[in-house]
């Protein structure tokens, strides 16, 4: 509906449904899934915003610190640098657990399940899944 009043065109795709009666879903295993899948979310969540503050009162001292001495627009850029870096290494190591610098143009595409045939757009490797580590 939205396409539509956005002045988008719409293409149905027929879709070609086979229904196998000896299909299961186990509905517990499932469910215990998604939730650590939640779970997960919730820590790298929690982590990335520990890191946010951290990196905020960081940069807070650095600048109070360096005002005197450089003046106001050398210590906000030396300052900013210095957090800068320093959120980003944080978050690789801490939050999205990337060490080395193998695998590192990757980091950003490891929460793609396995074997769903993306690549990183740096390297080509596939990148390791959330779930399994592969």
Do not use: K
């Not at 215990?32 to 820590?43: K, V």
């Not at 030396?78 to 980003?88: M, P, R």
């Not at 801490?94 to 950003?108: D, I, K, L, N, P």
């Amino acid at each position: 509906m939205l396409a539509e009043r956005a002045g988008l065109r719409i293409h149905e795709v027929p879709v070609d449904w086979v229904d196998d009666a000896d299909s299961r879903v186990d509905l517990l295993a499932t469910a215990i899934g998604d939730l650590r899948g939640i779970a997960r979310l919730s820590r790298d969540l929690v982590r990335f915003a520990l890191v946010g503050v951290a990196s905020t009162l960081a940069y807070l001292v650095l600048y109070l610190a360096l005002r005197a001495p450089l003046g106001a627009q050398a210590a906000n850029a030396i300052s900013l640098l210095l957090t800068a870096v320093a959120n980003t290494a944080a978050n690789r190591r801490w939050t999205f657990e990337v060490r080395g610098a193998v695998g590192a143009c990757c980091a950003a595409g490891r929460p793609i399940p396995a074997g769903c045939g993306r690549r990183c757009w740096r390297c080509w490797r596939p990148p390791r899944c959330c779930i399994c580590g592969t």
